[in-house]
DNA sequence: TTGTAAGCGTTATCAT
DNA sequence: ATGATAACGCTTACAA
């Protein structure tokens, strides 16, 4: 059973030519006769061979393989970020390690030194939190080939490609004044770059609106904690804003516990537009993110970097839009 | 800015020994005199020195890599299998390369080739259907080390994980004719073991329940072949049970617009447990998959067979439990 | 155009 | 207990 592996060598031998050449017609398959050529290319199918990529990678010190950390491997939205930078890494060539830190801040640092000990050659990162001192550090000091999506560290710099928090919740207010809403509650998530980003939009929305009823309640991105607010709260608004469609939906649960009517009595709006959002009772409005294309844009602008060239600028921030469902007036 | 790498060379040259002494105070600490071993600890701390991956490679012919294919890298409950195996593998310095052929047998290929060419280790693989005989052919071939998880082909000789699909429709079954339904449509998906695993228990639940009154509609795992199927079912049953849980949503949802009320008019069963589906108006009645487990299991019996142990049996199976909701009498 | 040989950073075999 | 050295499979000067 012991299937000896086929080697550069043995193409060379039966073909009847060095190694250099086999090498060299591989890379360059122009760089070799016609005759010859086509016999190696004969004894190649022949024997099946593919090279071996550790070798190469020892060689060339390139090893094809991107390392990808996200905060939690079980969302669907991060995975849809993975498949957009993969759909467009994998035709050039690469795979993904991917790492999911579940949400530690410690087990971050501790994938992130098992993917450079991987020999990545380079590095698509959307931070668990931004309070990573260590890896921050880290980070300074290693100068990888590295992108952020979605999330980012201020202080570290590095490309990012993330979307128009600011100004899709912005839009929102806009849009949730304009069908008459006046008093206002925002659900915030926890301390993130796009947490705090849909914060500032929905101040920014409410100071230009001249909305002085509001308020602002701190949780988490989850179900639970959208609904826990809102079933605490005792002045009902005319307009609920989750930070993410997590929250809107927890948020939803809890007003209907107190009685009330959806968007009649109150409108609720969301963040991200995941897959359930449309199906739910009743459909979110929401604000929508086009994450496949933030992660095809991350693998454009990784590969760029991996190719030696100079990027053209360091944020690339992609739009929103507004959907209208049901949960709004 | 050129970093040079550090290297065993430059332990072993700071520490006065040879690299043959470094390299196996690092692999056995004990084969090195305490003195030797002391001064090289420090120097590898003093030099920050982490030995390169490929280079091992190469020499010992492991990666410390593990292929997962799955058919859909957006889908959670695949995913969830996938955490599970990691959170067995990673602790033992395994990691993943992840591939998601997109349900497509072409793309699952490929997917597959890359992956061996990457030199992993082993392979976990959960195929995107069972008609894949090109990969079939090249399995039979290979003999590599891998197990299947949750869906598998019957004529590899591969160890498999998975669920009591079987018997844990035919619970379902049960449970719904004590509950008094008398007439049942079953919605089965796409031809992969676990559907046809799937239909096999609704059978047996029917024959052994003495139920005459049944259909079996042919669809696809989606939302949307459950509300197609379920809007041009002319004669409603007492129960509908769905192949997975987004089957049952989509029958849920064409029951609604029909008028019909869940579960007054008609009983609504589902299999997964899906993250929502306790949240769904109304909380689906399902099958609980130990989805999580089972992925740890693909880890565990991945690792004995990397560690060149035998394994005890071809088949592990785990069971399934009913989990009762609202859209059920 | 083709071949020879050095070298990538390890581990493992064999002396010492 | 320690050290030389070959070998893993490939790429790439350099020589022919």
Chains 1, 2 share one sequence.
Request: aromatic share 10%; with cysteine; proline share 3%.
């Amino acid at each position: 059973m012991k299937n000896k592996r086929i080697t550069i060598k043995d193409v060379a031998k039966h073909a009847g030519v060095s190694i250099s050449t086999v090498s060299r017609f591989m890379s360059n398959p122009d760089s070799v006769s016609e005759k010859l050529g086509e016999k190696i290319q004969k004894t190649i199918e022949k024997l099946n061979y593919h090279p071996n990529r550790i070798a190469r990678s020892l060689r060339t010190g390139t090893t094809k393989l991107i390392g990808f950390l996200i905060p939690d491997i079980t969302n669907p939205a991060f995975l849809l970020i993975v498949k957009g930078a993969e759909d467009y890494l994998k035709k050039r060539g690469y795979s993904f390690i991917l790492g999911g830190a579940n949400h530690s801040v410690k087990e971050e640092t501790k994938l992130f030194k098992t993917l450079i000990s991987q020999n990545v050659d380079g590095f698509i990162f959307i931070p668990s939190g931004n309070q990573n001192d260590e890896l921050a550090e880290f980070l300074k000091l290693h100068n990888l080939k590295m992108v952020f999506v979605d999330r980012r560290y201020e202080e570290i710099n590095a490309p990012y490609i993330g979307v128009d928090n600011t100004g899709g919740v912005e839009k929102m207010v806009d849009y949730l004044v304009r069908t008459g809403c006046k008093s206002f509650v925002y659900l915030c998530g926890e301390k993130t770059s796009s947490a705090r980003e849909r914060l500032e939009g929905f101040l920014k929305g409410v100071s230009k609106n001249r909305i002085k009823d509001y308020q602002i309640l701190q949780g988490e991105f989850t179900f639970e904690s959208g609904y826990n607010l809102v079933k605490k709260l005792e002045n009902i608004p005319d307009a609920i804003l989750g930070g993410n469609d997590l929250m809107a939906f927890g948020a939803i649960e809890a007003l209907k516990e107190k009685g009330l009517s959806i968007p009649e009595d109150v409108s609720v709006t969301g963040f991200d537009d995941m897959f359930f959002s449309k199906y739910y009772k009743p459909a979110l409005t929401t604000v929508r993110q086009p994450i496949y294309e933030m992660g095809k844009m991350a693998g454009r602008v990784l590969f760029t970097i991996l190719s030696g060239k100079k990027i053209r600028k360091m944020n690339y921030i992609l739009d929103t839009e507004i959907i209208i469902r049901d949960s709004s007036k």
